[in-house]
Structure formats: C-alpha cells, structure tokens
C-alpha cells in the first residue's frame, strides 16, 4: 500500500513538473533559435571540411526525409520551418554552412539548449539526414527577410 | 495473480492507448541492463514494460515484471518512474517495490567516452525479483524465500552508476560501474554492467519499412556483482551473459528479447528476458495543455 502511495505521489510529482518544463521550453525557444544557428559557428575547421558521402547517392535525400520524420519533424516542424521547441532548418544560416557543419551539429547537439546528440543514429543515417536537410533549400520567406534586412 | 499481472499491464497499454497517435520513433538500444550516454529527447515520454523469466535451482520459477516511464526532461537530463513485480509459480503474484531514477549528461559535447551520472531511490521489498542490475554478493539462491516471508523485508536503497559509452563506426561500447547503499546501515556494494551492440545495417532505406536490417540492432551484455565494502572482488557475486537484440519499428513501438545464461554456480542458469516499449513524443507539451498551459 505504502509502495502504491509512493508511485501516485512521484507520478502526480513528474506529470506536474513535466507541465513546468515544457512551459520552461517555450520561454527559452526563442533564444534558442538564434543561439542554435551561432552554434553552426563553432563547428571547427576540419569538420566544417568534411565532404558528405552520401553527396552523389539518389537514394539518400529519400533516405534521409523518413529519418527527418521520424526524428527531427517533431520539433523542428514536418517541412522543416521550425516549431515552438526547435528553429527553423530552412535558414540562411543552415543552408549555407557546409555539409560538415550540419553533420557537426547533429552529432553533437546543442544539449544545453535543448537539441539531443544523434550519434546514436548510425554516421551514414547522419548524413542522409544532412543530405535531406540540404535538398529543402532557403524557404522564402527566410531569403525575404535577407532582402529586407542583409 | 493473473489478474495482478493483468491490471499492471493494462496500465502499462491504456498510458500507450491514451497518447499512441503522437509516436516518435526512437533508436532504441538493445540493451536490458547496460546503459549507453544516450538519454530520451526532451519532452518525449518513453512507455516501457519488460519481463524476465528466471530458472530457479532448488525451487519454483519465477517471472519477473515491471513497467519504465522514461520521461526526457531536458537534453542533459533524463527522469525514470519504475514500477515492479514478479510471480513466483506455485506461490503467488505481487507488487514489489518503485524505483526513481535520474541520468545527468555532465558533457556539453560527443567526445570519444562519454560520461553520464546515474542516481536511483530504491523503494522494494524482499521479494525483488527483476534483476534490473545484479550488486554486492546477490546470488540465486536469494529467491528461494517464499514471498510471503521476503515481501516483509522493506529496502530503501540509493544506488549510483557511472556510465562511460562510446560509438565508433557504429558499435556501441558501454561500461556501467555501480555502487548501491542500503540505508539500513548496508555496507556499499558494487556490480557492473559491460555491453556492445550495433545496428545490422547503418544506412537507411529509401524506403519506410518494418523489416529493413537497419531496424534491427544486436549485441551481448554482461553483468554481475563485484561484492561489498568488506569483501570486493568476484568471490560469492553472480555474473551473466546476455545475448541483445532490439526490434524498431517506425511506428514507434520497439521489442526487445536477450536470453541470459548464468555464468557460475551462485547464478541463475537461464533468463529469459523480453519487453515492449513505445515512446510518445512531445509528452511535456501535451500535459501542458491538459493543465491549461497553451500560449
């Protein structure tokens, strides 16, 4: 009995503190956006360099949209536009850096501000992704906002 | 006791049920007892339930149960409800304690072994049979109490892991290094966790499908205690041997199976070991909205 009072008590606990947490994921989602772009910047050289593997394989852009939609869609939005937990993928700033530095993020996350590490995706399903990531391009009302403000 | 087992399980399913059309996929390890440096995404909620069978020497067989809310609370931090029990064959069928455990990913970035905390409030009685982590000198013939006399015996038990995991090439290499203290005046007792494991294929398919080699992930584990404060080492500790294999499904379901074989005389001789988990995305935000939280 005491056992069963214990587990509703540390339930109730985790349901209303997951409540907080994600109202806490909002808070910070918007500075997250422009710092998870910054975090492009520190990839270092030599991944930045890498060249993707998967760069002439006609399959990987297919392979690698039904990884996007089972792992990266919930945040960051099922076209890529960004969400209320996670930026916009189809941003000047993604679309320009180089292949390794999107693979550079992806392995190593942004996890201090919210972004998991995906190295437990096998290295070539991270390229794929990047292959994919790559294919969508600048949205246009990102390259708008260039326009208007470069 | 069916009827016990039955309504642990229902529980298990109806939190499924209630939240199954927002499945994530997750690459799920095949591990039952090792971790890797992997935590849940945040604001996922992973809904696990797990089995062992054990062979018992001297006395009946038993089957051990319990049901995992695995709840990613940050990047960094990952929170886990456990809820336990077992049937003993020819005794009876019970509830046997809660476990609360919390990982901490201290590292901002991949390097080549990455560390992460692990801290548990153990909350069982004597009747534990899960086998969830063997610690100190746990040998098999600690099940032959009947339930009715182990059940009396309450553990509150801190236990802490160092988790060092790597990945190269796709292989995982884990190492979990343990330290458990009874609060009961316990001396602190120590085990160990080692596992590898990879995914048949590494890159994916163009294709969406169930039974691609990349959904499919196998390896081995190998467990047992290390003794206690007093007498360390491998004398009167049991130790095993678990084959691994993980199913993942893109519908976000994922099954597990590792038959384990005791490796000397104080060990069980077999474990059969098999679960199901199912992991509901974006958990947090939708209870959010439940208490009224929209923006």
Known sequence: MKGCLAALCISATLAAWSALASQDVDKSAKSAKSSVYSEIEKAPEKARAKRNPFEQNPDAVAAGKNLFEQHCAECHGEAALGGKKAPSLRAVEVQSATPGAVFWILTNGVVRRGMPVWSKLPEPQRWQLVSYIKSLGVASSEAADVTKNP | ?295
């Not at chain 2, 797990?50 to 020497?57: C, I, K, N, P, R």
């Not at chain 2, 085990?191 to 499919?216: D, E, H, I, M, V």
């Open chain 2, 1 to 295: 006791m069916i009827a016990r087992h039955t309504l642990f399980l229902t529980f298990v399913f109806s939190l499924i049920g209630l939240f199954a059309t927002f499945s994530a996929r997750g690459q799920e390890s095949p591990y039952f007892v090792t971790y890797d440096h992997y935590l849940e995404e945040p604001g996922n909620l992973e809904v696990e339930y797990f089995s062992t069978f054990g062979v018992q020497h001297g006395g009946n067989d038993f089957h051990a149960f319990w049901a995992e809310l695995e709840y990613g609370a940050t990047a960094w931090w990952t929170t886990e409800l456990y809820l336990d029990g077992q049937t003993t064959f020819g005794d009876s069928t019970l509830f046997t304690g809660v476990r609360w455990e919390n990982r901490f990913r201290p590292l901002k970035h991949e390097h080549l072994i990455n560390p992460v905390l692990y801290v548990e409030y153990v909350n069982k009685n004597g009747a534990d049979k899960i086998l969830r982590e063997v610690e100190g000198h746990d040998v098999g013939s600690d099940f032959l109490t009947p339930n009715s006399v182990a059940r009396k015996e309450h553990v509150h038990e801190l236990e802490f892991k160092l988790i060092l995991s790597s990945t190269f090439k796709g292989w995982n290499v884990s190492e979990n290094m343990i330290a458990a203290k009874n609060l009961s005046n316990e001396p602190w007792e120590f085990g160990y966790t080692l596992g590898t494991s990879r995914p048949l294929k590494l890159a994916a398919s163009a294709k969406r499908c169930s039974f691609c080699p990349q959904n499919f992930t196998a390896g081995i584990e190998m467990y047992g205690g290390l003794g206690d404060r007093h007498s360390f080492g491998l004398k009167d500790t049991s130790q095993y041997l678990a084959p691994v294999a993980a199913w993942n499904l893109p519908s976000g379901w994922t099954f597990h199976v590792s038959p384990g074989f005791g490796l000397n005389s104080n060990s069980h001789g077999f474990l059969l070991r098999w679960g199901l988990s199912y992991e509901i995305a974006g958990f947090g935000e939708r209870v959010s909205h439940l208490f009224g939280r929209d923006r």
